[in-house]
Structures are given as C-alpha cells and as structure tokens.
C-alpha cells in the first residue's frame, strides 16, 4: 500500500491565519487529492491535481483555496485566511498503481480554528 | 436524493456472526466502488474495491455489486471486535476522477 506522509498531525489557528498543510507521497505519483471531513461527518471532496495542475475541484474549494507542487515531492494545500468552519480533518490521497489503481488517504492533518 | 446512501447504524452484530453493509448510489454512471474502514480519528483505510457485477471476495471480506439496483454491499464474515469502526462506501465516475463517499455505517462487534 503506497504510503503518504501528511504533516502537520495537527494544528490550532486564529481565524483569518493563513494555514499551509503538506503532504509528502513516498514514492512518485501523478495523481493527488485534498478530502476534509469535519467532525461527525462524511468524507468531501475538495480538489486533485494531476500532471501538475488542478483537474477538478468542488465547490468547497473557493479561492481561500489553494494546492501546488513546489518542489515535484511535497503537495501542499493552503487555506489563506481561515473560518471557523474550516476545523476539520485534511486528508491527502493519491492513486496507486497496484492494485485496482485505488485511493489511499494520509493519516490526516487535524486542523482547529479558533 | 443523496449521491451515496447508507444507514449511519450503529450495526451492532455478536463475534462471530456474520456483518451485513448496505450503500446505494444514485450516479449510474458510477463505475468503481470502494469500502473504507475508518476508526475514530483516524484515516479511511481501503478494505475492498469492485468493478464488476456479482461477488469479489478477499478473506474474510465479500463485496457485492448490482449495477442495475445501484447497490453496493460488504460482508464481513466470522466478525471480530477489532472489525468495529466506520464503514465508508465510495463510489467513482471513471479512472482519476474523485471518490464521492458515504456517510458511513458504524458497526459494533460485540463479545
């Protein structure tokens, strides 16, 4: 199982701080997605990124929003001046290859806004 | 109509026994299907994944498909009380595209 390396595990921001999460796959992949799930709720969408730009993004992903690839390894999504309704779990994901070329998620980034 | 349905639960089925999960999808252009294990806190952990029509097993784990139905199952069989989490189904358009999840059926195995 292809493994993803997310940090931080878990951060505390004042409301309107910029907050940059990071994620770090282990091996080279070409497709990378943010999920968030607030707490008690379901797994949502937010954006992938494949070959080095946005291919989908949901309407949770407004221009708070941001991802980049900076150096090919890290994968970063930056909320820019955050909510209290952005407290929620940030999960990275990529696609493996084998097998089935599933999903697998990081261990997540517990983000609070106070 | 929610794009993927399941019943939040709990399900709460004996040791041994074996676990039913339920999950519908209303996109029919759905193609994959995935089962998520999720523990308290922690990340969705992949359990099965099925294309095609019929059964797929793997160990103690049988996943169910009915295109036709837009229905999705997971068996557990002989459950254990380490089986006791959230059971996320997720349903995908096509290769690449997003995972559209569930919100999840807790499960308790009980002693």
């Known amino acids: 199982e292809p493994e993803v390396t997310q940090t931080p595990s878990h951060q505390v921001t004042q409301m309107g701080q910029e907050v940059i999460l990071r994620c770090v796959p282990i091996s080279n992949h070409l497709y990378f997605y943010w999920y968030r799930q607030i707490l008690g709720q379901k797994v949502e969408f937010l954006v992938s990124?494949?070959?080095?730009?946005?291919?989908?993004k949901s309407e949770i992903f407004d221009d708070q929003f941001s991802v980049e690839r900076p150096d090919g390894s890290n994968f970063t999504l930056k909320i820019r001046s955050t909510k209290l309704e952005d407290s929620a779990m940030y999960f990275c994901?990529?696609?493996?290859?084998?097998?089935?070329?599933?999903?697998?998620f990081g261990e997540g980034s517990w983000l609070t806004v106070v | 109509q929610k794009e993927v349905e399941q019943n939040s639960g709990p399900l709460s089925v004996p040791e041994g026994a074996i676990a039913s999960l339920n999950c519908t999808y209303s996109d029919r252009g759905s193609q994959s299907f995935f089962w998520y294990r999720q523990y308290s806190g922690k990340s969705p952990e992949l359990i099965m994944f099925i294309y095609s029509n019929g059964d797929k097993e793997d160990g103690r784990f049988t996943a169910q498909l009915n295109k036709a139905s837009q229905y999705v199952s997971l068996l557990i069989r002989d459950s254990q009380p380490s089986d006791s989490a959230t059971y996320l189904c997720a349903v995908e358009r096509g290769g690449g595209n997003k995972l559209t999840f569930g919100t999840g059926t807790q499960l308790k195995v009980e002693l």
């Open positions: 994901a990529i696609r493996g290859g084998v097998p089935g070329n599933t999903i697998y």
């Open positions: 990124f494949y070959n080095n730009e946005i291919s989908e």
